[in-house]
C-alpha cells in the first residue's frame, strides 16, 4: 500500500463558521485529486500558553502532539486571519511552541491569505518573520490570496466555488512539488 505525503493545516481562528478554516476544508476536500493526506489540526485552543520554562521534556501533552504533528507532514499549510494588524495570539502561541524544536526546520511551509484585498498584509508580515525565524522554508509561489468571504462557506464547512477550489488546489501541488525535493 503507498502511503501518501501529509499536508499539515493550521488554521489561526478558532471561531465557528472561519472563514479561513473553509479554505482548509477545501484543501482536505481536493487533496485525494492531488495524491496528497490532509490533517486538519485542532489543538489550537488546547495549546497552553508558551513559557520557556515549560519547553522542556516531558513536553505538556498538548505541545508533543503539535510537534509530532509537524514531524509527521511532508509540508505545512497555514490561513490565519489578521487581529489588529498581525496575527492572532492565540496562532502566535502556537508557533511560539514550534521555535524550541526542530520539526518545523526547513519543512515546506506556504499560507493562503483569505481576506479581501488590501486586508490581511500584517498577518502575512509577521507569518513570514516567525516563519523565518523557525528556519521553515517558505515556499513562495504557494504563499497566495484566495479571498473567501463568510457568505462563500457551505453547511460542510468547506467552499463549494470551482475557481477557489481550483486554486487551493494548485497551492497544495505546488507544496508537496517543494516537499517531493527536485524532480
Ligand atoms: C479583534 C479583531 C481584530 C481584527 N483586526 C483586523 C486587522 O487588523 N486587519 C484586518 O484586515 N482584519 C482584521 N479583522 C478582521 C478579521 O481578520 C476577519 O474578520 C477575518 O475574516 C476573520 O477570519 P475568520 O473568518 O477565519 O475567523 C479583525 C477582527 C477581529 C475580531
Known amino acids: 500500500m503507498t502511503t501518501l505525503p501529509v499536508i499539515l493545516l493550521l ?14 476544508r477545501t484543501a482536505r476536500a481536493v487533496a485525494p485529486s492531488v495524491a496528497l493526506e490532509t490533517v486538519l489540526y485542532d489543538g489550537l485552543a488546547g495549546l497552553p500558553h508558551f513559557n520557556p520554562d515549560d519547553d522542556a521534556e516531558p513536553l505538556p501533552e498538548a505541545v508533543a502532539a503539535l510537534r509530532a504533528a509537524i514531524e509527521g507532514a511532508a509540508g505545512v499549510l497555514v490561513c490565519t486571519p489578521e487581529y489588529a494588524g498581525t496575527l492572532p495570539g492565540a496562532f502566535k502561541n502556537l508557533l511560539d511552541w514550534t521555535v524550541g524544536g526542530t520539526e518545523i526546520c526547513d519543512k515546506p511551509v506556504a499560507w493562503v491569505n483569505a481576506a479581501a484585498p488590501g486586508r490581511g498584509q500584517g498577518a502575512e508580515a509577521t507569518l513570514r518573520t516567525v516563519l523565518g525565524y523557525t528556519g521553515a522554508d517558505i515556499v513562495e509561489p504557494a504563499c497566495v490570496r484566495i479571498t473567501v468571504g463568510r457568505q462563500a462557506v457551505g453547511a460542510d464547512g468547506a467552499v463549494a466555488d470551482p475557481e477557489v477550489r481550483r486554486q487551493v488546489t494548485e497551492v497544495l501541488r505546488l507544496l508537496a512539488a517543494r516537499a517531493a525535493g527536485p524532480a
Open 11 to 24: 488554521s489561526g481562528s478558532l471561531r465557528v463558521g472561519s472563514t479561513n478554516e473553509a479554505v482548509l
